[in-house]
Protein backbone atom coordinates (compact mmCIF):
# COMPACT_ATOMS: atom_id res chain seq x y z
CA UNK A 1 0.00 0.00 0.00
CA UNK A 2 2.22 2.91 0.35
CA UNK A 3 4.92 1.69 -1.87
CA UNK A 4 3.13 2.15 -5.42
CA UNK A 5 3.59 5.51 -7.11
CA UNK A 6 -0.44 5.90 -7.71
CA UNK A 7 -0.72 5.16 -3.54
CA UNK A 8 -1.54 7.80 -1.29
CA UNK A 9 1.90 8.74 1.18
CA UNK A 10 1.76 8.45 4.92
CA UNK A 11 1.89 12.10 5.12
CA UNK A 12 -1.29 12.12 3.28
CA UNK A 13 -3.62 9.19 4.59
CA UNK A 14 -2.44 11.06 8.05
CA UNK A 15 -3.67 14.74 6.81
CA UNK A 16 -0.27 16.48 7.37
CA UNK A 17 2.32 18.14 4.97
CA UNK A 18 5.74 16.31 4.81
CA UNK A 19 7.60 18.33 6.73
CA UNK A 20 4.90 18.68 9.68
CA UNK A 21 6.46 18.73 13.09
CA UNK A 22 6.73 15.29 15.03
CA UNK A 23 4.44 16.89 17.26
CA UNK A 24 1.80 17.70 14.35
CA UNK A 25 2.47 14.29 13.24
CA UNK A 26 1.14 12.96 16.58
CA UNK A 27 -2.12 14.92 16.73
CA UNK A 28 -2.82 13.76 13.19
CA UNK A 29 -2.53 10.44 14.00
CA UNK A 30 -4.56 10.60 16.84
CA UNK A 31 -7.33 12.68 14.86
CA UNK A 32 -7.02 10.05 12.39
CA UNK A 33 -7.79 7.53 14.18
CA UNK A 34 -10.74 9.02 16.18
CA UNK A 35 -12.46 9.71 12.48
CA UNK A 36 -12.21 6.58 10.97
CA UNK A 37 -12.67 3.78 13.72
CA UNK A 38 -15.09 2.20 13.11
CA UNK A 39 -16.90 1.74 16.08
CA UNK A 40 -17.88 5.57 15.29
CA UNK A 41 -18.62 5.33 11.92
CA UNK A 42 -15.26 4.73 10.20
CA UNK A 43 -13.95 2.87 7.25
CA UNK A 44 -12.47 -0.19 8.59
CA UNK A 45 -10.04 -0.63 5.66
CA UNK A 46 -9.04 3.43 5.96
CA UNK A 47 -8.78 2.94 10.08
CA UNK A 48 -6.01 -0.47 9.12
CA UNK A 49 -4.32 2.31 6.54
CA UNK A 50 -4.26 4.86 9.22
CA UNK A 51 -2.22 2.59 11.65
CA UNK A 52 0.14 1.44 8.85
CA UNK A 53 0.96 5.20 7.79
CA UNK A 54 1.83 5.51 11.71
CA UNK A 55 4.18 2.60 11.48
CA UNK A 56 5.91 4.15 8.74
CA UNK A 57 6.74 7.70 10.32
CA UNK A 58 5.72 7.11 13.76
CA UNK A 59 9.37 7.42 15.00
CA UNK A 60 12.10 9.50 14.25
CA UNK A 61 14.26 6.63 12.75
CA UNK A 62 10.85 4.98 10.69
CA UNK A 63 10.07 8.45 9.14
CA UNK A 64 13.66 8.93 7.84
CA UNK A 65 14.21 5.29 6.43
CA UNK A 66 10.14 6.32 4.74
CA UNK A 67 11.84 9.72 3.65
CA UNK A 68 14.89 8.40 1.87
CA UNK A 69 12.77 5.84 0.18
CA UNK A 70 10.00 7.58 -0.88
CA UNK A 71 11.42 11.14 -1.66
CA UNK A 72 10.80 13.07 1.03
CA UNK A 73 14.57 13.74 2.35
CA UNK A 74 15.95 15.55 -0.08
CA UNK A 75 17.54 15.27 -3.61
CA UNK A 76 20.52 13.86 -1.96
CA UNK A 77 19.29 11.74 -0.77
CA UNK A 78 16.79 9.95 -2.80
CA UNK A 79 16.11 6.23 -3.84
CA UNK A 80 14.64 5.22 -7.12
CA UNK A 81 12.20 2.80 -8.34
CA UNK A 82 14.92 1.43 -10.57
CA UNK A 83 15.06 -2.34 -12.13
CA UNK A 84 15.62 -4.71 -9.76
CA UNK A 85 18.60 -6.93 -9.22
CA UNK A 86 18.41 -10.33 -8.74
CA UNK A 87 19.79 -11.86 -5.34
CA UNK A 88 18.93 -15.04 -5.16
CA UNK A 89 20.81 -18.34 -6.28
CA UNK A 90 17.85 -20.72 -5.70
CA UNK A 91 16.76 -23.04 -8.94
CA UNK A 92 14.68 -20.90 -11.60
CA UNK A 93 11.87 -21.43 -13.86
CA UNK A 94 12.95 -21.51 -17.50
CA UNK A 95 12.27 -17.18 -18.69
CA UNK A 96 12.13 -16.13 -21.43
CA UNK A 97 11.45 -12.02 -22.23
CA UNK A 98 11.65 -9.02 -20.03
CA UNK A 99 9.00 -8.23 -17.09
CA UNK A 100 8.79 -4.83 -17.18
CA UNK A 101 10.33 -4.23 -19.86
CA UNK A 102 7.96 -2.68 -22.65
CA UNK A 103 6.10 -0.46 -19.73
CA UNK A 104 9.59 1.31 -18.33
CA UNK A 105 10.64 2.43 -22.41
CA UNK A 106 7.00 3.35 -22.49
CA UNK A 107 6.47 5.46 -19.74
CA UNK A 108 10.29 7.19 -19.84
CA UNK A 109 9.34 7.87 -23.63
CA UNK A 110 5.95 9.90 -22.67
CA UNK A 111 7.64 11.55 -19.70
CA UNK A 112 10.43 13.19 -21.94
CA UNK A 113 7.29 14.27 -23.78
CA UNK A 114 5.62 15.36 -20.97
CA UNK A 115 8.35 17.72 -19.48
CA UNK A 116 9.55 17.99 -23.24
CA UNK A 117 13.44 17.85 -21.81
CA UNK A 118 14.93 14.60 -20.97
CA UNK A 119 14.87 13.66 -17.27
CA UNK A 120 17.94 12.39 -15.88
CA UNK A 121 16.16 10.90 -13.24
CA UNK A 122 12.63 9.57 -14.27
CA UNK A 123 12.36 6.54 -11.36
CA UNK A 124 12.91 9.53 -8.21
CA UNK A 125 9.90 9.10 -6.19
CA UNK A 126 9.87 12.67 -5.54
CA UNK A 127 9.98 13.39 -9.82
CA UNK A 128 7.29 10.78 -9.61
CA UNK A 129 5.07 12.67 -7.58
CA UNK A 130 4.31 15.09 -9.90
CA UNK A 131 3.82 13.60 -13.00
CA UNK A 132 -0.12 13.03 -14.42
CA UNK A 133 -1.57 9.64 -12.91
CA UNK A 134 -1.44 8.32 -15.96
CA UNK A 135 1.83 8.14 -16.11
CA UNK A 136 2.25 7.00 -12.74
CA UNK A 137 0.21 4.12 -13.68
CA UNK A 138 2.74 3.28 -16.42
CA UNK A 139 5.41 3.13 -13.56
CA UNK A 140 3.20 0.98 -11.07
CA UNK A 141 1.91 -1.83 -13.36
CA UNK A 142 6.24 -2.03 -14.66
CA UNK A 143 7.17 -2.52 -11.13
CA UNK A 144 4.13 -4.85 -10.48
CA UNK A 145 5.42 -6.76 -13.20
CA UNK A 146 8.86 -7.36 -11.83
CA UNK A 147 7.57 -8.10 -8.34
CA UNK A 148 5.41 -10.92 -10.21
CA UNK A 149 8.32 -12.29 -12.22
CA UNK A 150 10.60 -12.41 -8.90
CA UNK A 151 8.41 -14.72 -7.64
CA UNK A 152 7.66 -16.83 -11.01
CA UNK A 153 11.22 -17.32 -11.15
CA UNK A 154 11.26 -19.11 -7.78
CA UNK A 155 8.60 -21.48 -9.18
CA UNK A 156 11.56 -24.20 -10.11
CA UNK A 157 13.44 -25.89 -12.83
CA UNK A 158 9.77 -27.21 -13.46
CA UNK A 159 8.10 -24.48 -14.63
CA UNK A 160 8.57 -22.14 -18.21
CA UNK A 161 7.60 -18.22 -17.97
CA UNK A 162 7.18 -16.03 -20.65
CA UNK A 163 6.97 -12.03 -19.71
CA UNK A 164 5.57 -9.78 -21.54
CA UNK A 165 3.80 -11.59 -24.13
CA UNK A 166 2.71 -9.56 -27.72
CA UNK A 167 -1.19 -10.67 -28.25
CA UNK A 168 -1.57 -11.59 -31.61
CA UNK A 169 -2.49 -9.42 -34.76
CA UNK A 170 -6.02 -8.88 -34.15
CA UNK A 171 -5.02 -6.88 -30.95
CA UNK A 172 -1.47 -5.67 -32.12
CA UNK A 173 -1.34 -3.41 -28.84
CA UNK A 174 -2.31 -5.22 -26.73
CA UNK A 175 -0.18 -7.98 -24.53
CA UNK A 176 -0.49 -10.70 -21.59
CA UNK A 177 1.72 -9.71 -18.98
CA UNK A 178 3.10 -13.44 -18.13
CA UNK A 179 2.31 -17.09 -19.26
CA UNK A 180 3.26 -19.75 -17.24
CA UNK A 181 3.24 -23.06 -17.55
CA UNK A 182 3.83 -26.04 -15.37
CA UNK A 183 2.59 -29.35 -14.44
CA UNK A 184 -0.46 -27.73 -12.82
CA UNK A 185 -1.82 -25.78 -15.95
CA UNK A 186 -1.08 -23.20 -18.54
CA UNK A 187 -1.66 -19.75 -16.82
CA UNK A 188 -2.23 -16.02 -18.20
CA UNK A 189 -1.12 -13.81 -15.42
CA UNK A 190 -1.49 -9.71 -15.58
CA UNK A 191 0.00 -7.89 -12.70
CA UNK A 192 -1.93 -5.08 -11.83
CA UNK A 193 -1.73 -1.86 -9.17
CA UNK A 194 -4.63 0.71 -8.67
CA UNK A 195 -2.79 2.28 -5.63
CA UNK A 196 -5.77 0.77 -3.48
CA UNK A 197 -8.62 -1.41 -2.38
CA UNK A 198 -9.49 -4.28 -5.49
CA UNK A 199 -13.02 -3.89 -6.21
CA UNK A 200 -15.45 -5.58 -8.50
CA UNK A 201 -18.51 -5.18 -10.65
CA UNK A 202 -19.70 -7.30 -13.02
CA UNK A 203 -17.10 -9.12 -13.52
CA UNK A 204 -14.50 -6.57 -14.11
CA UNK A 205 -12.01 -4.88 -12.11
CA UNK A 206 -13.23 -1.05 -11.32
CA UNK A 207 -10.20 1.48 -11.72
CA UNK A 208 -8.16 -0.96 -13.50
CA UNK A 209 -6.22 0.09 -16.70
CA UNK A 210 -5.61 -3.53 -17.56
CA UNK A 211 -9.43 -4.94 -17.32
CA UNK A 212 -10.30 -8.69 -17.33
CA UNK A 213 -11.53 -8.49 -20.95
CA UNK A 214 -8.22 -6.90 -22.20
CA UNK A 215 -6.50 -10.28 -20.69
CA UNK A 216 -9.17 -13.02 -21.55
CA UNK A 217 -8.77 -11.53 -24.75
CA UNK A 218 -5.13 -11.97 -25.62
CA UNK A 219 -5.16 -15.43 -23.90
CA UNK A 220 -7.75 -16.53 -26.41
CA UNK A 221 -5.94 -15.32 -29.09
CA UNK A 222 -3.24 -16.67 -28.11
CA UNK A 223 -4.75 -19.95 -27.42
CA UNK A 224 -6.05 -20.35 -31.24
CA UNK A 225 -2.55 -19.17 -32.65
CA UNK A 226 -0.82 -21.83 -30.68
CA UNK A 227 -3.45 -24.41 -30.37
CA UNK A 228 -3.42 -24.23 -26.83
CA UNK A 229 -5.60 -24.58 -24.25
CA UNK A 230 -5.62 -22.70 -21.17
CA UNK A 231 -6.37 -23.32 -17.44
CA UNK A 232 -6.63 -19.93 -16.16
CA UNK A 233 -6.64 -16.27 -16.77
CA UNK A 234 -5.18 -14.47 -12.81
CA UNK A 235 -5.12 -11.04 -12.00
CA UNK A 236 -2.74 -10.54 -9.42
CA UNK A 237 -2.76 -7.57 -7.08
CA UNK A 238 -0.37 -6.66 -4.28
CA UNK A 239 -1.56 -7.87 -0.85
CA UNK A 240 -2.67 -4.71 0.93
CA UNK A 241 -5.44 -4.18 -2.18
CA UNK A 242 -7.41 -7.54 -2.06
CA UNK A 243 -9.75 -8.71 0.93
CA UNK A 244 -9.73 -12.32 -0.02
CA UNK A 245 -6.39 -14.13 -1.03
CA UNK A 246 -8.43 -15.61 -4.05
CA UNK A 247 -11.64 -14.12 -5.53
CA UNK A 248 -13.37 -16.55 -8.85
CA UNK A 249 -14.91 -13.43 -10.59
CA UNK A 250 -16.14 -15.71 -13.56
CA UNK A 251 -15.25 -18.38 -16.17
CA UNK A 252 -14.94 -17.73 -19.77
CA UNK A 253 -15.38 -20.92 -21.48
CA UNK A 254 -14.86 -23.24 -19.24
CA UNK A 255 -11.53 -21.04 -18.45
CA UNK A 256 -11.69 -19.53 -14.70
CA UNK A 257 -10.77 -16.07 -14.02
CA UNK A 258 -9.53 -15.06 -10.55
CA UNK A 259 -7.79 -12.32 -9.19
CA UNK A 260 -5.44 -12.86 -6.22
CA UNK A 261 -3.25 -11.59 -3.83
CA UNK A 262 0.34 -11.51 -4.71
CA UNK A 263 1.79 -13.30 -2.69
CA UNK A 264 -0.45 -16.74 -2.71
CA UNK A 265 0.74 -16.71 -6.90
CA UNK A 266 3.07 -19.55 -6.42
CA UNK A 267 0.78 -21.60 -4.49
CA UNK A 268 -2.07 -21.51 -7.10
CA UNK A 269 0.55 -22.31 -9.58
CA UNK A 270 1.99 -25.25 -8.06
CA UNK A 271 -1.13 -26.47 -7.04
CA UNK A 272 -3.19 -25.93 -9.18
CA UNK A 273 -6.79 -24.94 -8.72
CA UNK A 274 -9.76 -26.84 -8.25
CA UNK A 275 -11.75 -27.50 -11.35
CA UNK A 276 -9.36 -26.12 -13.70
CA UNK A 277 -7.24 -28.33 -16.56
CA UNK A 278 -3.77 -29.51 -15.55
CA UNK A 279 -1.13 -30.47 -18.34
CA UNK A 280 1.36 -33.47 -17.95
CA UNK A 281 3.02 -35.85 -19.50
CA UNK A 282 3.88 -35.79 -23.17
CA UNK A 283 1.45 -32.97 -23.72
CA UNK A 284 3.61 -30.68 -21.68
CA UNK A 285 5.85 -30.65 -23.71
CA UNK A 286 3.85 -30.18 -26.93
CA UNK A 287 2.42 -27.58 -25.38
CA UNK A 288 5.91 -25.86 -23.97
CA UNK A 289 7.18 -26.36 -27.95
CA UNK A 290 4.14 -24.40 -29.28
CA UNK A 291 4.44 -21.68 -27.50
CA UNK A 292 8.20 -21.68 -28.18
CA UNK A 293 7.46 -21.26 -31.90
CA UNK A 294 4.53 -18.88 -31.35
CA UNK A 295 5.62 -16.41 -28.63
CA UNK A 296 6.37 -12.68 -29.62
CA UNK A 297 7.60 -10.59 -26.83
CA UNK A 298 6.08 -6.87 -26.56
Known amino acids: ?147 SARILAGLGMGFTVWHDVAAPHEAADGKIDHVVLGPSGLFGVMSADTGGDVRFRGGEVLGADAPVGGLVKGIRLLSRTARVRFSAALLVFPDDDLAEPVVPIRTERSMLVAVMRRSVLPTVLRTGIRGTRVIGGNELFDVRTRLQQTVRFA
Not at 4 to 25: F, H, R
Not at 75 to 82: F, H, V
Not at 89 to 112: F, I, K, M, N, S
Open 1 to 147: MFDSPLSASAYEVLGVAPEASDDELRRAFRLQLRRTHPDAGGDAAVFIRVQRAWELVGTPQSRAAYDRGHGFAGAEQWSEWGAPQRTDTRPRAQVHGEAGGWLRRQYVARVQDWADADIAAPYDPAFVRTIPVELRALLAHALAEEE
